[in-house]
Each structure stands twice: as structure tokens, then as C-alpha cells.
């Protein structure tokens, strides 16, 4: 009997491998990579479906897939943990070394081992269309038509991708039913969030009861503001950051506080100590997290972030996180949600985020504000109605849902991966022709950080933009490269550091290319 078993187990795990090889999604292959060659190092039960069927987690440093299983496993509940004995099939053909629960919780024995592939197996990954040029001039695009004729713009973070096929098709669906109006956000909508940011990002504990929706990020971090703020209280930021951090400031009549970045080997850390300063100040109340960071290109770890929270709580600073940015993460780097730390830094914080940066449907105009704190969401909601940002529209509740799925996640791999070659093609492109412009070390977004130190220095020694060929000298590299070279970048100054540009990299290749060459084109004449 226990043969026969046996070898219904090692037929279920081959049949198995061979949808891994044959049929499955470039996740699923590199499962099947590990599986082959007994990499598996850790497996993990989230949730029991029905009495024996489990999903496991597999864990390793570039892949987290579920499998659904029905097993054969006896439950030593003195133990807390597996059988090995009993199940040694699965053991030794995933090599699995450590195998534990969550939730110490005793299990019934069904008959059989069965693996089931819970993505959609038999269907292959879609390739999507990265390079494709997509012409936006004339649908009244801010990126491109506020921009003047033969310019590229390579400023504001919007990209030139469309979104996610899958993403059109449910909103072409919602568009056919004909009817668009006042919004009520259905239960699916905060469980889309719940289970993205559980499943994708590690927040464990995230509920559907702490998120309120809005119609904007930077709406979002408003009404925070106004929230739990008085005018001439002051407000820390990191800079240089995000432009709307100083707009949303000084709209709710408070006083900016810089906790500048240090910088050096072309890269940025948080400077404690003097955070500790500014922080010790009874005046200091809020302090707005960049994470990840725009537009340094940090993705900040668990530590930097532990070490940050322990500070803002030690002098009652509340941390407003703008995770806008958290789905465009390089390999080496892993973001992590500022909340889901410790239960700490949770009570001590407020979360903004948004699917719309990620799968660049802004103009659909849906965020989410996150607390664990009744009372803090109370009064956030007070804000919300006071400055008139309650209602949101259809499509953006439509377009969240569709977003954070597998699909989605899939569609942001590739993205991802994109952006990186784009990312190493300036870089290259850079440091072969214009080696005097460093690039900052860009671990997340799709926005570089280039130093133009260089220019700055030659002009304190006298040195102007008179020779550029325009009728007067433009004030700033920004205007030279639109006037001079025909593409537009957004100048370092509005994120508090003169000496830099930022060039959004969130296009296909053909045009990145043509934009890098305007631009050191541009920059070699400064030199």
C-alpha cells in the first residue's frame, strides 16, 4: 500500500515538472529551474483552503509562486511541523530543508498528494509591447501637449506605455454598460488592496477596514497635512524629493523642514543625526517618507526605515509614507511597506499609494490612504470631505481591481525589466560620452538622477550659458536642453538641489534614444 503511494506521489510531482517545463508562465519555468536542481529553501503554509487542501509559498531570492496541494501529510501537533518520515517523497525530490507553519493548526489527512498549479498553467505568458511607439500629442496629454511641437518630453512621471491590456478590456466593459454615476467602492475593491500588498509586498496584517480611497496621492498627503497639522507647525522632508511635498506644505500654511540626503559614491543615505535634530523640535509633527524614494531612486531597507521610525517616535513625529513608487523595484533591492515593520511603526504612521504610477492610469484619479488608527482615519476622513477629494470615478475603482492581479504582476515583471535595460543604456550611454555627468546608482522608479556638478562649478568661476547660440542666456540647464536641443527634463532646483536633472526613462527605446543624444549632445557643449 505505502508503494503504491509512493509512487502516486512521484507520478503527480513528474506531471508536475513537465507542465512547469512545457506549459507554464516564466515564473512557473524558473520554478521548474529549482525544483530541477533542489534550490527550494524554504516553504511556508498561508491558508488552509478546506480540511487538507493548503497553499504553500514558495520562497527564494527572485520568486514567490503558489501551488495549491492536497497532501498526504500526517500532523505531529506536539511538534508543530510535518512528518518527514511519512512524506519523505515531497522532501527529497524538492530538497526542501525547512518546512513550518504560520499558524500552528492540526490538519486532517486526505487520501492523496495532488498538485495543482494555481495561475493559469496552460496558458503562456503574454510578451507585451514595451517598444511600441504610442502618439499622445493631440488627446489632451499634459506630458506631450503642453510641450511644444518637435520637443521630447522626458519630465513628468507619465509613461509613454499604454497600460495593461487587461486593464483596457475591463474598462472598455465598464464604459459599454453606458451608465457613469456617484461611485459606491464595492468590497472587492479593498480586497484587491488587502491581498496585493499581503501577497506581493509582505504586509501580513494589512485590513480592509484601515483604507480609505481618494482621488489622488498628493490629495492624499494633503488632507493628511491638514489632518494633523496647524498652520506654522513644521513638516521634515528629505531632499531633495518629490516637488509636491513643498506645494502640499505651504498649502496648509506649515513650515517646510529639510532633513537633507547625504550624498556620495553616487548614491543617497538618511542623515540621523541631524533628523534627530529637526525631529526633537516640539513644533516638528509630521515627517513625508518618500519610499521609494523620488527622486534619489532609493528603495530604502528595512533597517533605514526601523532606524527613521524609532526617531520620528521618539519625538511623536507621525510618518506620512508615499509609496506611490513601490512597484518599480530593481534586482538586489526589495521594497518594503514602512507599515508593515513592527506594530510600532504601524500605529506611528499613515500609508499613501496608488496602482496608478505603476500601471500609469493617473488620469483615472484613484489612491488610498492607510491607518490602523480609528481615530486617525477619522479625522483623515474629516479631511477628506472638508477639502472635497471624497468622491472618485468609476474607472479608477474598475482599473485597481484589474491591476493587482497575477496578470498584473506579470505585466509588471516585464515592465520592470524594460525599465532596467533602459536604466543601463543611459548609463552606458553616459559614461561613454559624457563620463563628467555621473549617474545616481538607481535601485527604483524610472526617473535618473543626473549630477551636473560640473556646469555649476565652471559657472561660479565666471562661466555663463552665453554661448549656447540663443538670443540670451537661459537660466537654468533645464531651458537650455528644451530651447537649444528640443527635449525637456525637469530641473534638480524644484526637488531642492540645483545641481541635478531628472530624466524620466518610461518610453521605448527608440525614443530614449533619441532623447539621451539631444541631451548629451546638450551637455557636451557645457562642457
Not at 508503494?3 to 510531482?13: I, T, V, Y
Not at 486526505?110 to 498549479?117: F, G, M, Q, V
Not at 537654468?476 to 526613462?505: P, T
Request: include cysteine; proline fraction near 5%; glycine fraction near 4%.
Amino acid at each position: 500500500m505505502e508503494a503504491r503511494k509512493n509512487e502516486k506521489n512521484a507520478r503527480s510531482l513528474k506531471r508536475l515538472r513537465k507542465d512547469l517545463r512545457s506549459n507554464g508562465t516564466p515564473a512557473e519555468a524558473k520554478l521548474w529551474t529549482l525544483l530541477k536542481n533542489k534550490q527550494v529553501e524554504n516553504l511556508r503554509f498561508r491558508r488552509q483552503f478546506s480540511i487538507g487542501n493548503y497553499i504553500l509559498d514558495f520562497y527564494c531570492p527572485e520568486l514567490k509562486l503558489s501551488i495549491e496541494l492536497d497532501g498526504d501529510y500526517h500532523y505531529n501537533s506536539q511538534k508543530h511541523e510535518i512528518d518527514k518520515d511519512r512524506d519523505s517523497i515531497l522532501y527529497k525530490e524538492l530538497g526542501i530543508k525547512t518546512l513550518r507553519f504560520e499558524n500552528h493548526i492540526v490538519f486532517d489527512t486526505p487520501d492523496k498528494i495532488i498538485y495543482n498549479i494555481i495561475r493559469e498553467k496552460m496558458k503562456n505568458s503574454v510578451q507585451y509591447p514595451f517598444d511600441e511607439l504610442i502618439e499622445r500629442r493631440g488627446t489632451n496629454c499634459y506630458k506631450w501637449d503642453d510641450t511644444p511641437e518637435g520637443v521630447i518630453p522626458m519630465w513628468i512621471a507619465d509613461m509613454d506605455f499604454q497600460t495593461a491590456p487587461f486593464i483596457i478590456e475591463a474598462l472598455k466593459k465598464r464604459v459599454e454598460h453606458g451608465v457613469f454615476g456617484y461611485t459606491k467602492v464595492p468590497h472587492s475593491y479593498y480586497e484587491a488592496v488587502v491581498n496585493w500588498f499581503k501577497y506581493r509586498h509582505g504586509w501580513q496584517n494589512l485590513q480592509k477596514e484601515w483604507i480609505l480611497y481618494t482621488s489622488g496621492v498628493v490629495p492624499a498627503l494633503s488632507v493628511v497635512i491638514k489632518a494633523f497639522s496647524q498652520p506654522g507647525d513644521q513638516v521634515i522632508v528629505q531632499t531633495p524629493v518629490y516637488n509636491c511635498f513643498f506645494s502640499s506644505i505651504r498649502n496648509n500654511g506649515c513650515e517646510i523642514v529639510r532633513n537633507a540626503l547625504i550624498y556620495e559614491n553616487q548614491t543617497y543615505h538618511m542623515d540621523y543625526e541631524d533628523l534627530e535634530r529637526k525631529a526633537s523640535d516640539p513644533k516638528a509633527k509630521l515627517l513625508l517618507l518618500c519610499n521609494p524614494h523620488n527622486p534619489a531612486g532609493r528603495v530604502w531597507t528595512r533597517d533605514e526605515l526601523q532606524k527613521l521610525g524609532e526617531i520620528c517616535i521618539r519625538h511623536d513625529v507621525l510618518v506620512v509614507s508615499d509609496e506611490i513608487h513601490c512597484e518599480f523595484v530593481f534586482p538586489g533591492h526589495k521594497f518594503v511597506p514602512f507599515a508593515s515593520i513592527s506594530e510600532a511603526l504601524q500605529h506611528h504612521s499613515i500609508t499613501c499609494n496608488a496602482p496608478s504610477k505603476a500601471f500609469n492610469t493617473a488620469g483615472l484619479q484613484i489612491a488610498n490612504i492607510i491607518s490602523d488608527n480609528p481615530d486617525f482615519r477619522q479625522k483623515i476622513d474629516r479631511a477628506i470631505n472638508i477639502n472635497e477629494v471624497c468622491d472618485v470615478n468609476p474607472f479608477g475603482v474598475v482599473a485597481l481591481q484589474s491591476a493587482y492581479t497575477d496578470d498584473g504582476a506579470e505585466w509588471l515583471r516585464q515592465l520592470n525589466e524594460y525599465l532596467l535595460d533602459n536604466y543601463n543604456y543611459l548609463k552606458e550611454y553616459f559614461e561613454k560620452e559624457i563620463p563628467q555627468f555621473p549617474i545616481t546608482k538607481l535601485e527604483g522608479t524610472y526617473l535618473a538622477w543626473v549630477d551636473c556638478s560640473v556646469v555649476l562649478d565652471k559657472r561660479k568661476d565666471g562661466y555663463s550659458l552665453s554661448h549656447c547660440g540663443l538670443d540670451a542666456p537661459p537660466p537654468s540647464i533645464e531651458e537650455y536642453l528644451l530651447k537649444r536641443h528640443k527635449v525637456q527634463v525637469n530641473d534638480g532646483s524644484m526637488y531642492g538641489d540645483e545641481r541635478f536633472i531628472r530624466i524620466n526613462l518610461a518610453c521605448p527605446r527608440k525614443r530614449l534614444e533619441e532623447g539621451l543624444h539631444r541631451i548629451v549632445s546638450g551637455l557636451k557643449d557645457l562642457l
